[in-house]
């Protein structure tokens, strides 16, 4: 179908046009989401800070001064900060023509560590805030050195992690998207078949209407009132796409008589109906597509062969038939078979397996059924 073709071509780059001008859809209140962030960060290294220094005062027998502390871990943090939103995007998201950053990139950081840790001590120690005094051997720079690569072992978790997540989340708004997207394509794919039952029907009933204007006026405002309701029917739009089936059967009505007018009520129907559920409901224009191919396709003249139009619904099921003559149609239209195959692809679409639609031709009789059971 031309719609569907159309659709289905363009929806991927639509997909990546509507996630990326609709990001409200997925992150909602940026700022609230910094704000939350901000209060784990400082509540994570809060409990840290406090669970290192009081398990190393208690193994030592000794606190430093808080102005140690403070110094140190502010090293450390930002540290581990600049390690996982800095040095590893620059070492990881250049591409593999880039992997040389890595190990060229933690030797600078680790470099300019061991400077600022050398520095920061020479200035507590001045101070007088060192509980021991500073010396530049082995264990200075193998504690050091260890220092440093734990906050850079955790970082790169978190920078790990952060990323997963991220990507996560772009999948997941994407497939949101995506699905967004597929709705309004089986929306649009929906209301593009029923809007191809009306072409013929609105020609021939002009036509009459225009024959109608001069021979015989008194049903000209019949016709036109008919016609009128029937098109506003079939251009009716629903929020969850179904309607009363009562108002599709009062729109076959309009079909029928809009058709007797036509011939001047020489065509031979019994049409039977009985509803007990009044709030039954169905998809639009299924019944009124099978009721206008019997006056497209069949031949209504002969007495002798009426057409038939049985209908009857609960609940529970509903079944709908049509039977008529289609050896020598009335009008002089070729059958496309579009109809039965939009009917057939818009059922499918909405009931699945619980609605079959069969038809044959037999020894000259067109006949059709429909089953839908509706699901509780």
């Given at each position: 179908?031309?719609?569907?073709?159309?659709?289905?071509?363009?929806?991927?780059?639509?997909?990546?046009?509507?996630?990326?001008?609709?990001?409200?859809?997925?992150?909602?209140?940026?700022?609230?989401?910094?704000?939350?962030?901000?209060?784990?960060?400082?509540?994570?290294?809060?409990?840290?800070?406090?669970?290192?220094?009081?398990?190393?005062?208690?193994?030592?027998?000794?606190?430093?001064?808080?102005?140690?502390?403070?110094?140190?871990?502010?090293?450390?943090?930002?540290?581990?900060?600049?390690?996982?939103?800095?040095?590893?995007?620059?070492?990881?998201?250049?591409?593999?023509?880039?992997?040389?950053?890595?190990?060229?990139?933690?030797?600078?950081?680790?470099?300019?560590?061991?400077?600022?840790?050398?520095?920061?001590?020479?200035?507590?120690?001045?101070?007088?805030?060192?509980?021991?005094?500073?010396?530049?051997?082995?264990?200075?720079?193998?504690?050091?050195?260890?220092?440093?690569?734990?906050?850079?072992?955790?970082?790169?978790?978190?920078?790990?992690?952060?990323?997963?997540?991220?990507?996560?989340?772009?999948?997941m708004a994407r497939a949101v998207a995506m699905a967004e997207l597929n709705s309004k394509l089986i929306r649009a794919?929906?209301?593009?078949?029923?809007?191809?039952?009306?072409?013929?029907?609105?020609?021939?009933?002009?036509?009459?209407?225009?024959?109608?204007?001069?021979?015989?006026?008194?049903?000209?405002?019949?016709?036109?009132?008919?016609?009128?309701?029937?098109?506003?029917?079939?251009?009716?739009?629903?929020?969850?796409?179904?309607?009363?089936?009562?108002?599709?059967?009062?729109?076959?009505?309009?079909?029928?008589?809009?058709?007797?007018?036509?011939?001047?009520?020489?065509?031979n129907l019994i049409c039977n109906v009985e509803l007990e559920d009044k709030a039954l409901q169905l998809?639009?224009?299924?019944?009124?597509?099978?009721?206008?191919?019997?006056?497209?396709?069949?031949?209504?003249?002969?007495?002798?062969?009426?057409?038939?139009?049985?209908?009857?619904?609960?609940?529970?099921?509903?079944?709908?038939?049509?039977?008529?003559?289609?050896?020598?149609?009335?009008?002089?239209?070729?059958?496309?078979?579009?109809?039965?195959?939009?009917?057939?692809?818009?059922?499918?679409?909405?009931?699945?397996?619980?609605?079959?639609?069969?038809?044959?031709?037999?020894?000259?009789?067109?006949?059709?059924?429909?089953?839908?059971?509706?699901?509780?």
């Amino acid at each position: 179908m031309a719609l569907s073709f159309y659709a289905k071509n363009i929806l991927n780059s639509e997909c990546k046009h509507f996630y990326y001008s609709n990001p409200f859809r997925y992150y909602m209140n940026p700022q609230n989401r910094s704000d939350g962030t901000l209060k784990v960060h400082l509540v994570c290294w809060a409990i840290f800070i406090a669970y290192e220094i009081l398990v190393a005062g208690m193994i030592s027998g000794q606190y430093a001064h808080p102005v140690y502390y403070v110094a140190f871990y502010a090293l450390n943090i930002v540290l581990f900060y600049v390690h996982a939103h800095f040095l590893m995007p620059s070492a990881f998201d250049q591409g593999k023509k880039t992997i040389w950053r890595l190990p060229f990139l933690l030797a600078v950081e680790l470099s300019l560590y061991l400077a600022i840790t050398i520095a920061l001590s020479y200035a507590l120690e001045l101070l007088n805030l060192r509980n021991t005094p500073l010396q530049l051997n082995s264990r200075f720079f193998l504690t050091t050195v260890w220092r440093s690569a734990l906050f850079m072992m955790f970082s790169s978790g978190y920078y790990f992690l952060r990323t997963y997540l991220r990507r996560a989340k772009d999948e997941m708004a994407r497939a949101v998207a995506m699905a967004e997207l597929n709705s309004k394509l089986i929306r649009a794919e929906r209301d593009f078949l029923k809007a191809q039952i009306n072409p013929h029907l609105l020609f021939n009933t002009l036509n009459f209407v225009r024959y109608a204007s001069k021979r015989k006026p008194e049903q000209v405002d019949e016709a036109i009132v008919r016609l009128s309701e029937l098109m506003h029917f079939a251009m009716e739009k629903t929020a969850d796409g179904l309607i009363p089936v009562q108002q599709e059967l009062a729109q076959i009505d309009n079909i029928i008589q809009l058709n007797q007018m036509r011939f001047d009520g020489k065509l031979n129907l019994i049409c039977n109906v009985e509803l007990e559920d009044k709030a039954l409901q169905l998809i639009p224009t299924v019944l009124l597509t099978l009721v206008e191919n019997i006056f497209k396709h069949g031949d209504l003249l002969d007495p002798a062969a009426p057409a038939e139009i049985t209908f009857h619904g609960n609940s529970g099921e509903m079944l709908f038939c049509t039977r008529n003559r289609s050896e020598n149609s009335m009008d002089t239209y070729p059958s496309t078979k579009l109809g039965i195959a939009n009917i057939k692809t818009r059922l499918n679409d909405y009931y699945g397996s619980n609605a079959i639609l069969e038809h044959g031709n037999n020894d000259g009789w067109f006949w059709t059924k429909l089953t839908v059971k509706f699901r509780p």
